[in-house]
T-cell receptor
Framework: DSGVTQTPKHLITATGQRVTLRCSPR?????VYWYQQSLDQGLQFLIQ???????AKGNILERFSAQQFPDLHSELNLSSLELGDSALYFC?????????????FGAGSRLTVL | KNEVEQSPQNLTAQEGEFITINCSYS?????LHWLQQHPGGGIVSLFM???GKKKHGRLIATINIQEKHSSLHITASHPRDSAVYIC?????????????FGKGTHLIIQP
């Protein structure tokens, strides 16, 4: 157990639907990162939050949004789902906001869009 | 062209062999991560380095900032080392704080 908890582990849904993925960071970590891993694109950085504030954005689609709550857990919302959104979504956490932090990854949430 | 290139893409070796996985990048970086992803999908951070060399057990990671190159070595390889090894960099300057990933090296160690 890495200390980073992601739920759900698996999710199957239909095109056009909306889902929410949840991440609880490791105790003491203030930064949360979301990553997408698909077969064709590999791992891609989506977005980072630090202590409740958006810190950096990567290749996140406009149909996707995220937030970090006061208790530091984070949610990634995926809407108007398409077949191509099927992927593993990883959350990672780190202590600070500065570059080159040590990252701890969750086990991932596998999303299948049918 | 991908900013982070790994070689080889696939590697099969016998138990006990010395393994080297290479990572080259084309951008300025502040740090480089080596990650391990097992068949179940979970990702573990093995090393984060910005210069020199780090060692943890049978794993050694080196980086040459001037040559924009890093290597991950596994000594006395074991079947449990079978996994995908991913190199990822944090770019200097502007842009996201997230990682830019290589495509990964799929390593199989046969008994």
């Amino acid at each position: 157990d890495s200390g980073v908890t992601q739920t759900p582990k698996h999710l199957i849904t239909a095109t056009g639907q909306r889902v929410t993925l949840r991440c609880s960071p490791r105790s003491g970590d203030l930064s949360v990162y979301w990553y997408q891993q698909s077969l064709d694109q590999g791992l891609q950085f989506l977005i980072q939050y630090y202590n409740g504030e958006e810190r950096a954005k990567g290749n996140i689609l406009e149909r996707f949004s995220a937030q970090q709550f006061p208790d530091l857990h984070s949610e990634l919302n995926l809407s108007s789902l398409e077949l191509g959104d099927s992927a593993l979504y990883f959350c990672a956490s780190s202590v600070g906001v500065w570059r080159a932090n040590v990252l701890t990854f969750g086990a991932g949430s596998r999303l299948t869009v049918l | 062209k991908n900013e982070v290139e790994q070689s080889p893409q696939n590697l099969t070796a016998q138990e006990g062999e010395f393994i080297t996985i290479n990572c080259s990048y084309s951008v300025g970086i502040s740090a480089l991560h080596w990650l391990q992803q097992h068949p179940g999908g979970g990702i573990v951070s093995l090393f984060m380095l910005s210069s020199g060399k780090k060692k943890h057990g049978r794993l050694i990671a080196t980086i040459n900032i001037q040559e924009k190159h890093s290597s991950l070595h596994i000594t006395a390889s074991h079947p449990r080392d079978s996994a995908v090894y991913i190199c990822a960099v944090i770019e200097t300057g502007g842009g996201a704080d997230g990682l830019t990933f290589g495509k990964g090296t799929h390593l199989i160690i046969q008994p």
